[in-house]
């Protein structure tokens, strides 16, 4: 499984960004973010079919995930961003517990390569 994260830059606090990820499996698809000093957490994940998503309570109401599984892609919609926002941004997928939702990073066996999304105040 190989996954390509982009659409990370530098916007001011209040802007958006658009962060895709191209995948290429059939699986549960999770966006994580890492700050410097601070450890790995999830902004939320999506289902195989688009139909159960959840998110962190940090992004509740500002982020939105969707997927396009004819063009293999998913998409993390980012709205009223804040400089705590900034960080490295992941895609990953999980292949485990089919229905699985996870915010655990570990349990997530395939991880794009990051894009840093930087809010300036």
């Known amino acids: 499984v190989q996954l390509q994260a982009s659409g990370g830059g530098l916007v001011q606090a209040g802007g958006s960004l658009r962060l895709s990820c191209a995948h290429s499996g059939r699986y549960a698809m999770g966006w994580f973010r890492q700050a410097p000093g601070k450890e790995r957490e999830s902004s939320g994940a999506i289902s195989w079919s688009g139909g159960r998503i959840s998110y962190a309570d940090s992004v509740k109401g500002r982020f939105t995930i969707s997927r396009d599984n004819a063009k293999n892609t998913v998409h993390l919609q980012m709205n009223s961003l804040k400089p705590d926002d900034t960080a490295v941004y992941y895609c990953?997928?999980?292949?485990?517990?089919?229905?699985?939702?996870?915010?655990?990073?570990?349990?997530?066996?395939?991880w794009g390569q990051g894009t840093l999304v930087t809010v300036s105040s």
């Open positions: 990953a997928a999980d292949r485990g517990t089919i229905g699985r939702l996870s915010v655990i990073p570990s349990q997530y066996e395939y």
